[in-house]
């Protein structure tokens, strides 16, 4: 398991940065997490497999894994999604939801490319994650609701 912190720190450091980045928008932090959230897993597909596997159960593993890359995997990006959620940018109720959604998405299995091209043959394989990336940003991110007044 520690193969794994040592995976995800560089990771987790890079969402902590643009987290933090107070020159940056908003919804361009946002943006640009979820993407280093798809570049993550595109990198390192084995940390989804192994995530989905040990941090179900309740063994000491599972403890393990929630306590040493799940919580603080959550933590450098806790405050942004709760600003997005408070400015209406995302549309959940608590920033754990919007984190476990996130990362199932971005989680797709090594195949994804073939299969994307298989039932879609204009969608060429290079260019499957860089739309997969594009899609989650459109599906997750959202203008704020206009208020009448």
Do not use: W
Not at 101 to 114: H, K, M
């Amino acid at each position: 398991m520690a193969e794994f912190q040592g995976v995800t720190s560089p990771a987790m450091a890079e969402v902590a940065e643009i987290a933090a980045d107070e020159h940056m928008s908003l919804k361009t932090g946002l943006r640009d997490v979820i993407a280093c959230v798809v570049a993550f897993y595109v990198k390192h597909p084995e940390a989804r497999d192994f995530v989905t596997r040990h941090a179900a159960d309740s063994s000491e593993r599972a403890l393990f894994v929630a306590d040493r890359l799940l919580k603080p995997a959550y933590a450098t990006c806790r405050a942004l999604f709760a600003a997005g959620i408070e400015a209406g940018l995302i549309r959940s109720k608590h920033p754990a939801l919007f984190f476990a959604l996130l990362n199932s998405a971005a989680s797709q299995p090594a195949g994804f490319p073939a299969l994307l091209n298989r039932l879609a043959p204009e969608i060429q394989r290079e260019a499957a994650r860089a739309l997969m990336t594009d899609t989650i940003v459109a599906t997750l991110l959202h203008e704020p609701a206009q208020t009448a007044s």
